[in-house]
C-alpha cells in the first residue's frame, strides 16, 4: 500500500502556490541564511524558531522592495488620480503567507525551509496578528487594500499604528477577561517608520480673527510619525503603500511652560501626547464619546490631509520642477473614502487648510471638498452613531466647531430654500442637535461633505435611505449608492484553503482567482462526481485538521465527522447569540431522549465582547455555561458538543471557516448593515442558514434561495411587529419547548451554584428585547431540522456546497472595489502586470 503523503508533499502538489523553480529555491536559502546570520545577536549560537521567522519574514519582504519602489515611481511618472482610504481601522492578521501568495512564492519558500530542515507552517505560527480593527468594517479595509493592488488603483490605506491592538481573549471559569495585545513586543518586520514624512498636529487653543484671515493659535502640537507597510497586489507586480501613523511629543514638549514642575516632570508627561496611537478603543458597533478617541479621530485625519496635499503639489505635471499650487484641480487627482464617520473630521480639516491656510473662498473650498470627499455609512443602530459633545469640541477643536457652524449655517440655508416653512425637517436635518446638551451629528456632516454616500448592501442602502438618511436621501437623491462588500479571495481562499482552490483550479483553471465570477463554471460539476467526491474530501481533511488543532490547544476531543455548525463574530445582542444558545438547549433536551435518531453536530461559538459590555460577557458565560453541562452528559456523548472557540481572530477564521458545515447568520432582519463572514463560509463550501438580511439577501439571490437555509421575519414583518408591540411573553407561553429551556435558564440548570446567575438575560429576554428572538425562535427551530435531514445525504448536501461556490463570485473585494473606482472615485481599474525589477534592462 501506498505511504500516505507527508503535509508538505501534499502542499507541493499544489499548484496555485506558485512554482517552486530550482534557482528560486537556491536563491531563497542564500538571502535566509544571509538574514539569519545578521539578524542573530552576536553572543547567541542557538538560533530560536522566532529568529527562523524573522529570516523567512524577511527573506520574502527582499522580494516585496524592488516591486515596491518600482510601483511608486511608476506612480509619480503616469501621475495617475490617487485614492486615500480613511479608516480608524485596518484589521490585517498575518502579513507573511498572504504576501508569498500574492508574489507566487509559496512553494519555493516551502521547499527551501523544508530543505533547511525547517516547517514552514510552524514558522508562520509565530507570526502576530496586526489586530489593528474590531471586527467587520476593519476586515473590510483590510480586504479592500488587497483589491485595490491587484485592480491596479494608486491607492493608500491611512490609519493610525496603535501599539495595543484589539485585545487578546482568555475565558476564565467561563468568564471573558482581556489582556493587553503587544503585538509589536518583538518588533515588525513588514513595517519601515519614515520620520522623513513626519508632521505636526495641533489641538487645543483658540481661534483668532485678524486682517490677514482666521488663525488658530496657542494650540498643543504632536508630532505623527508615519510606519509604512507594502501592500502587493496578485501576481501584478503592484505594491501599494498602507500609512500607519504614530504619535511622538516633539523635544520641546511642556518644557517651555515654567508652570511645569520641572524637567522631569516634562519628560514624563510626553507620555500624554504619545497615548493617542497607544491603543485602539475595543468598541463594534457602540459609540463611546471619549476625548482620547476624538484625539485619535483627529490625529489621522490631519496627518493624512498634510500628505495628501504635499504628495499632490509635488506631483510631477509634465515637467521635472513643476509644482502644483493650484489646488483648484484636487478632486481631479483625489478621492478621498471615509470608512464609517470616524474619520468625518476630514471635512472641516481639508475647509480649514483650504480657507485659512490657501486661502481660497469658501464657497470654491467647498466644491473642493464635496468632491474630494466620499463617506460610507456601516450601521443603522442608534447607539452606534457618532455624536460630539459641543463643549469637547469647543476646547479640543475650536476652529473646527466654527466651520462646522458655517458648514451647518449654509446648509440649513439650502434646506429651507427646498422645504420653506418645514422647521421640523430642519431640526432633523441640522448637523448640530438641539438638548441637554448640544451634539454634532457626524453621519449628517459627511453627508453634506460627500459627493457619493453607500450603503454596504443593498438592503442596508435602501433602509437608510427610507430611515435614517430619509430627509437627505429626498433633498439629494444622487448622492445616495449602494456598494455591497466583498472578500479577498486570495486570503479567503487561496491561502486559507488551498485544497479547495487547488480542485476547483483542475476544473475551471486558475484565472477565477483574480475573475471571482468565474467560479460560475462550477455550475457544470454539480453532478459530476469526481468533483462532488473532491469537494466533501477537502472539506473533511479540513475538519480533521481543525479537529486536531482544537485538541492540542484547547484540549478537546471532537467528533470530526459530526456537522460543524459555527458561529463566529462578535457578541453582540443584534447578532442574537442567544437565539444560538435556545437552539443548543433544545437540541439537548431532545438529544436527551434515546428514541430520537439525530445527525451528531458540534456547535462551535466564538467572538470577543466589548469590555464594558456587560450583555455581551454574559452571554458568553451562558454559552460555556451551557457547554459545561452539555459535554459532561454521558447521555448525549458524542452527538452533541458545544465548544466556545477562545480569542477568534483573523488567524482563527482562517482555520475555522474552511472547517465549518454550515455558517450561523442569525441577526434579526434590518440589523446587520452586511456581514462579509457570511461571504467567506460561503466561498469556503459551509451551507448558511440565516435571516433575510444584510448581504444574505443577495447570497440567496445569486445561488438560489432554495440553496441556503432561510427563515424568520423578514424587514416588513419586523416593523409590522413593532407597530403591533412584540410581546415575547405570549412566545414562552404558546411554544412549550421554548419555556423549557428559558425555565432552565432562569431556574439554574446550567448554574446550578448561581441559580440567579443569569437573571439579567432571562428579563432582557423577556421583557426589552429589541432584536425580537423568541420571534424567530420556532422558524429556526424548523429550518435547523431541514439541516439535519439534509446532512444525513451527503451527496446532496455536497452539490448544494458547490451551487453556493459557484454563486460567490458577487461577493469578491474585487468586484467591490471595481464599483468604487468607476462610480465614485472616477478612476479605472486594470489587471494589467507592471514590469517587475528584474525585468528591467
Not at 402 to 427: A, F, Q, T, V, W
Not at 633 to 660: C, M, Q, S, W
Amino acid at each position: 500500500m501506498a505511504k500516505p503523503l507527508t503535509d508538505q508533499e501534499k502542499r507541493k502538489q499544489i499548484s496555485v502556490r506558485g512554482l517552486a523553480g530550482l534557482e528560486n529555491v537556491a536563491d531563497l536559502k542564500t538571502n535566509f541564511n544571509r538574514h539569519l546570520h545578521f539578524t542573530l545577536v552576536k553572543d547567541r549560537n542557538v538560533a530560536t524558531k522566532r529568529d527562523y521567522y524573522f529570516a523567512l519574514a524577511n527573506t520574502v519582504r527582499d522580494h516585496l522592495v524592488g516591486r515596491w519602489i518600482r510601483t511608486q515611481q511608476h506612480y509619480y511618472e503616469k501621475d495617475p488620480k490617487r485614492v486615500y482610504y480613511l479608516s480608524l481601522e485596518f484589521y490585517m492578521g498575518r502579513t507573511l503567507q498572504n504576501t508569498m501568495v500574492n508574489l507566487a512564492l509559496e512553494n519555493a519558500c516551502d521547499e527551501a525551509t523544508y530543505q533547511l530542515g525547517l516547517d514552514m507552517e510552524e514558522l508562520q505560527d509565530m507570526e502576530e496578528d496586526a489586530g489593528l480593527g474590531n471586527g467587520g468594517l476593519g476586515r473590510l479595509a483590510a480586504c479592500f487594500l488587497d483589491s485595490m493592488a491587484s485592480l491596479g488603483l494608486a491607492a493608500y490605506g491611512y490609519g493610525i499604528r496603535y501599539e495595543f491592538g484589539i485585545f487578546n481573549q482568555k475565558i476564565v471559569s467561563g468568564w471573558q477577561v482581556e489582556e493587553a495585545d503587544d503585538w509589536l513586543r518583538y518588533g515588525n518586520p513588514w513595517e519601515k517608520a519614515r520620520p522623513e514624512y513626519m508632521r505636526p498636529v495641533h489641538f487645543y487653543g483658540r481661534v483668532e480673527y485678524t486682517d490677514e484671515g482666521v488663525k488658530w493659535v496657542d494650540t498643543q502640537v504632536v508630532l505623527a510619525l508615519p510606519y509604512d507597510t507594502p501592500v502587493p497586489g496578485y501576481r501584478n507586480n503592484i505594491v501599494n503603500t498602507m500609512r500607519l501613523w504614530s504619535a511622538k511629543a516633539p523635544c520641546d514638549f511642556n518644557l517651555k511652560d515654567f508652570n511645569v514642575g520641572g524637567y522631569i516632570q516634562a519628560v514624563l508627561d510626553r507620555n500624554l501626547a504619545e497615548n493617542i496611537s497607544r491603543v485602539l478603543y475595543p468598541n463594534d458597533n457602540f459609540f463611546e464619546g471619549k476625548e482620547l478617541r476624538l484625539k485619535q479621530e483627529y490625529f489621522v485625519v490631519a496627518a493624512t490631509l498634510q500628505d495628501i496635499i504635499r504628495r499632490f503639489k509635488a506631483s510631477k505635471f509634465g515637467s521635472t520642477d513643476f509644482v502644483r499650487l493650484d489646488l483648484s484641480t484636487l478632486p481631479d487627482k483625489v478621492a478621498i473614502q471615509l470608512n464609517d464617520t470616524h474619520p468625518a473630521l476630514a471635512i472641516p480639516e481639508l475647509m480649514r487648510i483650504l480657507v485659512d491656510t490657501e486661502k481660497l473662498s469658501w464657497e470654491k473650498a467647498w466644491d473642493i471638498v464635496v468632491r474630494t470627499c466620499a463617506y460610507t455609512n456601516h450601521t443603522v443602530l442608534p447607539e452606534a452613531l457618532e455624536r460630539w459633545p459641543i463643549d469637547l469640541f469647543k476646547t479640543l477643536l475650536p476652529r473646527h466647531l466654527d466651520i462646522i457652524y458655517e458648514i451647518n449655517r449654509r446648509h440649513l440655508e439650502r434646506i429651507s430654500k427646498l422645504y420653506p416653512g418645514d422647521n421640523d425637517r430642519l431640526r432633523r436635518m441640522s448637523l448640530i442637535e438641539e438638548g441637554d446638551a448640544k451634539k454634532i451629528n457626524m453621519a449628517h456632516l459627511c453627508i453634506v461633505g460627500s459627493h457619493a454616500v453607500n450603503g454596504v448592501a443593498r438592503i442596508h442602502s435602501e433602509i437608510i435611505k427610507k430611515t435614517v438618511f430619509k430627509d437627505f436621501y429626498e433633498a439629494d437623491p444622487q448622492k445616495f449608492q449602494n456598494k455591497t462588500n466583498g472578500i479577498t479571495p486570495r486570503r479567503w481562499l487561496v491561502m486559507c484553503n488551498p485544497g479547495l482552490a487547488e480542485a476547483i483550479a483542475e476544473r475551471i483553471g486558475e484565472d477565477y482567482i483574480c475573475d471571482l465570477d468565474q467560479l460560475k463554471g462550477l455550475l457544470n460539476f454539480v453532478d459530476n462526481d469526481a468533483f462532488i467526491r473532491d469537494v466533501a474530501q477537502v472539506k473533511q481533511e479540513n475538519k480533521m485538521k481543525f479537529a486536531a488543532y482544537l485538541e492540542e490547544h484547547y484540549k478537546v476531543k471532537i467528533n470530526p465527522s459530526s456537522l460543524f455548525d459555527v458561529q463566529v463574530k462578535r457578541i453582540h445582542e443584534y447578532k442574537r447569540q442567544l437565539l444560538n444558545c435556545l437552539h443548543i438547549i433544545t437540541l439537548y433536551n431532545r438529544r436527551r431522549n434515546p428514541k430520537n435518531q439525530w445527525t451528531p453536530r458540534t456547535i462551535m461559538i466564538g467572538g470577543k465582547a466589548a469590555p464594558g459590555y456587560h450583555t455581551a460577557k454574559m452571554i458568553i458565560k451562558l454559552i460555556t455555561s451551557i457547554g459545561d453541562v452539555v459535554n459532561n452528559d454521558p447521555v448525549v456523548g458524542d452527538n452533541l458538543k458545544v465548544i466556545f472557540l477562545e480569542n477568534y481572530r483573523v488567524t482563527l477564521a482562517e482555520k475555522v471557516i474552511p472547517a465549518a458545515d454550515l455558517s450561523e447568520q442569525i441577526s434579526t432582519a434590518g440589523t446587520e448593515a452586511s456581514g462579509t463572514g457570511n461571504m467567506k463560509f460561503m466561498l469556503n463550501g459551509a451551507l448558511t442558514i440565516g435571516t433575510m438580511d444584510g448581504a444574505n439577501v443577495e447570497m440567496a439571490e445569486e445561488a438560489g434561495e432554495e440553496n441556503l437555509f432561510i427563515f424568520g421575519m423578514r424587514v416588513e414583518d419586523v416593523e409590522a411587529l413593532d407597530k403591533k408591540g412584540y410581546d415575547a411573553l405570549s412566545y414562552y407561553n404558546r411554544i412549550p419547548e421554548l419555556k423549557q429551556a428559558m425555565d432552565q435558564i432562569s431556574g439554574g440548570s446550567f448554574s446550578p451554584n448561581q441559580p440567579d446567575l443569569f437573571k439579567d438575560l432571562v428579563n432582557l429576554l423577556m421583557h426589552h428585547d429589541r432584536f425580537k428572538v423568541f420571534a424567530d425562535y420556532e422558524d429556526y427551530i424548523s429550518c435547523q431540522e431541514k439541516v439535519n435531514a439534509l446532512y444525513k445525504n451527503p451527496k446532496e448536501w455536497t452539490k448544494k456546497v458547490i451551487r453556493n461556490i459557484a454563486g460567490c463570485g458577487k461577493f469578491s473585494s474585487d468586484r467591490t472595489i471595481s464599483q468604487y473606482a468607476k462610480e465614485i472615485w472616477g478612476v479605472e481599474p486594470s489587471l494589467e502586470k507592471i514590469a517587475a525589477p528584474d525585468d528591467l534592462q
